[in-house]
């Protein structure tokens, strides 16, 4: 399966909720683009948890461009991928490698996120590109954590840096930054405790294993990147407000993209926190997870309705 039809797969539930609605606004062949066909739009785009600011400005933009004529479902279509294209656009954003010696990778998240099957996706495909990778397992809080982190590592043949259940978790990160630096590893990739955003002792926790990886290397961690459960919708955007408020993180993974029809979560937290959404995890694979690609998550959206 292609990177495309990973992506179009993952996106499914989102594109049969909304493609579905759109249909429904052209039942017959035209339609004349009044308030009632605005406010079922505007509902349709909302279902898909885009958030209100971004649907009404969609919907904005359609009812300048169309109101009071009778318009086809392709010319309404066109406006609305533009506008997605628009509120969505950003460099595509691979990981940002160090200049010199391991790059390190900073992973945080809430609780049952998808945090840990996504750091080993990310091993996977930073492993595809022909670079040594180090895990290190700074969640010593759970057994289960370092236990599952370690089957991955195991499965993926790299090294894991571990501590004891209790250990302090930024003494665990500072070793697995040191190990990468011995073993002229090119990646280190640090997992973290999963925390809610509200509980403050655990995000200072979250500080000062920021801090201790600075100490270690210079400009470490390089990346800072909160995995989002994309089934959380809305509330996707308080997390990533606050993991980045604590850490400054520089990038999102939504995990669980497949698993949702509120993929238009995506245009919400663009918009609202500004953070590129770097990858999407489109299936339960190792190789499901996708470097994000605005235009082409906008068409893939659209392609089923379009017969593309």
Known sequence: MGLFDKIKQGLKKTTQLLNTDIRDLFKSRGRLVDQAFLDELFEALVKTDMGVESAQEIVDDVG???RSRVVEMADVLAR???MLKSLLAQPTAPIRFADAGPTVVMVAGVNGSGKTTSIAKLARLVQSEGKRV???AADTFRAAAVEQLTIWAKRLGVEIVTGPQGADPASVAHRAAARAVESGADVCIVDTAGRL?????LMDELKKIHRVLGKQLPGAPHE????LD???GQNGISQAKHFTAAVQCTGLILAKLDGTAKGGV???IRKTVGLPVKYVGVGEGLEDLALFDADGFVETLFADLLGD
């Open 230 to 232: 994309a089934t959380t």
């Open 134 to 136: 180090i895990l290190g």
């Open 266 to 268: 995506v245009v919400a």
């Open 197 to 201: 955003q509200t509980q403050q002792s």
């Open 80 to 82: 609305i991928k533009a």
């Open 64 to 66: 300048t461009a169309f």
């Open 224 to 227: 800072v990147l909160l995995v």
